[in-house]
């Protein structure tokens, strides 16, 4: 069984730091294509950050720069470090794992930047 458990999201106030987590089971974790969404009410998920299994990694133009993905092997886990934190960054992130016609998603985690 598949699972996907994102952690590490919150409340935090603009110009602030956040790190999310995502722990990954059930699947050979180093070939998959690890991607962070996002999502706001009445909007389809938005790609935020991709890391490949060989480590490259790609970014939306809206948070290149304040965001980094990385990935730990070993423990199985992908971290999106996210800084210079925006309101326009409130939503829920999910964690999506893909390679090739396998694609898995997060239960999700809120992210909400706020004075």
């Known amino acids: 069984q598949v699972q996907l458990v994102e952690s590490g999201g919150g409340l935090v106030q603009p110009g602030g730091s956040l790190r999310l987590s995502c722990a990954a089971s059930?699947?050979?974790?180093?070939?998959?294509?690890m991607n962070w969404y996002r999502q706001t009410p009445g909007n389809e998920r938005e790609l935020v950050a991709a890391?490949?299994?060989?480590?490259?990694?790609n970014y939306a133009d809206s948070v290149k720069g304040r965001f980094t993905i990385s990935r730990d092997n070993v423990k199985n886990t992908v971290y999106l470090h996210m800084s210079s934190l925006k309101p326009e960054d409130t939503a829920v992130y999910f964690c999506?794992?893909?390679?090739?016609?396998?694609?898995?998603w997060g239960q999700g985690t809120q992210v909400t930047v706020s004075p």
């Open positions: 059930g699947i050979i974790f180093n070939i998959y294509t």
């Open positions: 999506n794992a893909r390679y090739a016609v396998r694609n898995y």
């Open positions: 890391i490949y299994g060989g480590g490259s990694t």
